[in-house]
């Protein structure tokens, strides 16, 4: 089993085009800052920019009146997501109300950590639940191997596999085609206040329809 970590890899510029949290939304020109459809209708704020083999994506969550609009559903309207191009992206212009962005831009590495399900208690009997590759490479996490302790605290989440204990019944359709989305990346919160993205301590969850080129996120 493998997992590709996000790894907290400290502070960069707001627009910067590589792999982070927060920061400015890098988008197409003629691209309007999405607007909460659940219950406040202010603009929601820029989670995450997400370069990934097939375009960009860009997560937004309503942080305007947490636990007022529904930002932990797929559908609530709370939350958006979308799917760019590469080239030919730009700063989009930040709109003068509303809470829109992190105190904070991260810069996110990855790192692949391969795991021997055999090693992690799989035996291989049919009755037992399969280790979940994410939950494991998170918990075992470590910047040099001979450390004692984990440092969980700085994984922002992973790239692509599959998503960690997440009922079947909870995988978004697409809006466009209604086939099941494909599973794009987890997001965790952050490691301080000043990184944190407000998940209400849940685990993010981020789907694509390449296809359609419509994006959905949901927390657990």
């Not at 009997?125 to 470590?142: N, Q």
């Not at 599973?183 to 490691?191: M, R, S, Y």
Request: hydrophobic content about 35%; aromatic content about 8%; glycine content about 12%.
């Amino acid at each position: 089993m493998q997992s590709t970590l996000m790894i907290y890899d400290g502070t960069v510029p707001a627009d910067s085009g590589v792999l982070r949290t927060g920061g400015v939304p890098l988008a197409p020109a003629g691209f309007s800052w999405p607007i909460c459809g659940s219950f406040c209708g202010g603009p929601l704020q820029f989670f995450a920019h997400l370069p990934v083999e097939y375009g960009v994506l860009s997560v937004f969550v309503c942080q305007n009146d947490p636990g007022a609009c529904e930002f932990w559903d797929a559908t609530s309207g709370g939350n958006r997501v979308h799917l760019f191009p590469r080239e030919e992206l730009r700063p989009v212009e930040v709109p003068a109300t509303g809470v829109t962005l992190l105190p904070a831009a991260s810069a996110i590495r990855t790192h692949v950590v391969t795991l021997d399900p055999a090693e992690d208690g799989e035996d291989g009997d049919d009755d037992e639940v399969a280790p979940d590759a994410y939950d494991l490479a998170r918990s075992g996490w470590k910047r040099e191997p001979e450390e004692r302790f984990g440092r969980q605290r700085e994984v922002l989440g992973s790239l692509g596999g599959s998503p960690s204990y997440l009922e079947d019944d909870r995988l978004p359709a697409c809006p466009s085609c209604t086939g099941t989305m494909e599973f794009a990346a987890h997001l965790e919160e952050g490691i301080s206040a000043q990184t944190a993205m407000n998940l209400g301590g849940q685990l993010g969850y981020v789907f694509v329809c390449r296809d359609c080129r419509e994006g959905a996120f949901l927390t657990n």
